[in-house]
């Protein structure tokens, strides 16, 4: 929906309430005009129900007024005498259309000194734990939100098995463009699979501000573009299917590039506007590496055990196959068992139809690629048989073109032939430090800022082997960006909870008694 569309769904949500509520407004001792006011009827329906001002801001937070609208029905049946457990279901089952009968069918009192405690224990158990997910919901989607690492492709930096707390307040809290959908799930539900979401309907794009733009190497948590292809690699059928943005796959990589630069890999290494990128000391690329050991045991190795260096395999001649960062691969060739160590570099000149941007002029390989712009926003392309391929997508599909076309060196827009193309938003290229064991732009392209959730701040708890299993407890309450070794606050976060525990079961009690 548009933002107009949207505006015209407002008044049509208005001119429902005021045509349901209206008689009960004047029961309370309002007028009946208040009742058809935006917002300001919000506010006199507060004063109706005896509720703080305050609910009136829940009501306009997307996916968090979605919880308090059931209450609000609730509290207007219950002002005007009806508290039974049979006409809180009509009202929520008949979505708030109940209030209906109660305005025009059925003559009720106001009930203006209504207590606002609950009838029962079971009643007060379910406010609160309305006013629970309430809360849970608001900081899940606009401060903060828990994330796992399901992959390799940022290990040493991230391993599988961390639990990250992502900040979307630093790059600005995303406006949920998914309207409808169960709290704090991604795309589906549970253990059955099915469906979280309804596709409509949908919010324009809207992202408060932000404490800061995203940083050069900063690792940055995102919904995967790529998540709405038919098929993934090599797709030229011109066939997606929609997903909406904020359901897309969650996907955690290193922002090598932002929107501006010009990117380059050459033999592994990243270059930026032709100068060799460097990296965070607490950033580990690595790489594929060939040791040789003409037959002799390395997996045993002290030297392996001690740098955690996963094997990748052996080749046909018996020699190891190791992902190592440089600096380990020049501390094992220093081993005496090892005659021989050589990084494995796949060349250019061949095509590969699984790199960006699947297409035959470009015959790179993910270790020799590029170089390629990364468009930002308010620049200007020229547009040709050279460049479409690579803005192709972004001007049709993320930049909501309904066409576009090319024959040679002449390119339609919309119908329209067009020389140069000035982009509507910021883009980035995100990659993995496991460079030769990552699925990221180098496959799918570039990431719109409008795909971007937010940037990790913390690894709250961390496990190898599964939860519960092999607690990484040196990795517990550390912060993931930062210069040096990280460092772990999980003694004063431990020693805190220990003093909690100790006032609320021990000195609280006995203050009581």
């Known amino acids: 929906m548009t933002a107009t569309q949207w505006f015209v769904f407002f008044l049509i949500i208005q001119v429902i309430h005021s045509l349901g509520t209206w008689k009960l407004y004047v029961k309370a001792g309002r007028q009946a005009w208040e009742a058809a006011i935006p917002v300001y009827n919000a506010i006199v329906l507060m004063k109706i129900i005896n509720r703080p001002k305050w609910w009136v801001i829940l009501l306009f937070i997307p996916i968090v007024n979605l919880f308090m609208f059931p209450i609000i029905w609730i509290e207007i049946i219950r002002s005007f005498g009806k508290k039974s457990r049979i006409d809180s279901s009509l009202v929520i089952l008949s979505l708030g259309f109940y209030i209906y009968y109660i305005n025009y069918a059925i003559d009720v009192e106001y009930i203006k000194d209504r207590s606002l405690k609950p009838n029962s224990a079971f009643g007060d158990w379910v406010s609160s734990i309305a006013f629970a997910i309430i809360a849970a919901t608001l900081v899940h989607t606009y ?8 992959s390799s492709s940022l290990e040493k930096s991230l391993l599988i098995g961390d639990f990250l707390f992502v900040s979307k307040f630093h790059y600005g809290a995303r406006v949920p463009m998914t309207q409808i959908a169960l709290p704090m799930v991604q795309d589906s539900i549970p253990f059955i699979g099915l469906r979280s979401y309804l596709k409509k309907p949908q919010l324009p ?7 800061q733009k995203i940083k050069r190497n900063e690792i940055v948590v995102f919904n995967w573009p790529a998540d709405t292809l038919a098929t993934m690699w090599g797709d030229t059928s011109g066939k997606y299917t929609f997903k909406p943005i904020d359901k897309k796959t969650n996907y955690v990589k290193r922002c090598v590039a932002i929107a501006g630069d010009s990117l380059q890999i050459i033999n592994g290494y990243i270059y930026i506007n032709g100068k060799k990128s460097i990296m965070p000391n607490r950033a580990k690329p690595q790489w594929y590496f060939e040791v040789n050991t003409e037959g002799k045991q390395l997996s045993q190795n002290m030297l392996l055990n001690r740098l955690k260096v996963r094997e990748g395999g052996r080749t046909p001649n018996g020699n ?28 250019s000149g061949k095509y590969n139809n699984r790199l960006f941007p699947h297409n035959e002029q470009y015959q790179w390989s993910q270790d020799n690629f590029g170089p390629i712009y990364i468009p930002k926003k308010g620049e200007t392309v020229e547009l040709n048989s ?19 076309t090319f024959d040679g060196n002449d390119v339609y827009i919309n119908g329209k032939l067009v020389k140069n193309y000035t982009f509507k938003q910021d883009y980035y290229w995100l990659m ?20 971007v959730i937010g940037k990790p701040v913390l690894i709250w708890m961390s496990y190898d082997g599964g939860i519960f299993r092999n607690p990484r407890w040196e990795r517990f309450f550390t912060t993931v960006h930062g210069e040096g070794k990280a460092t772990s606050f999980r003694y004063l976060v431990f020693g805190l909870i220990a003093l909690w525990l100790v006032y609320s079961n021990f000195i609280k009690k006995n203050k009581k008694v």
């Open 320 to 347: 190891y196959i190791l992902n190592l960062t440089d600096e380990d691969a020049a501390r094992i060739s220093k081993n005496p068992a090892v005659k021989n160590i050589k990084k494995q570099i796949a060349p």
């Open 432 to 451: 993995g430090d496991n460079r030769q064991n990552s699925l990221d732009a180098r496959y799918w392209g570039f990431v719109p800022f409008d795909h």
């Open 143 to 150: 401060f903060m939100r828990p994330y796992t690492i399901p």
């Open 205 to 211: 794009y809207f992202r408060l501000p932000g404490l």
């Open 386 to 404: 050279k460049s479409i391929p690579f803005y192709k997508h972004i001007i049709e599909e993320y930049e909501h073109n309904n066409n576009v």
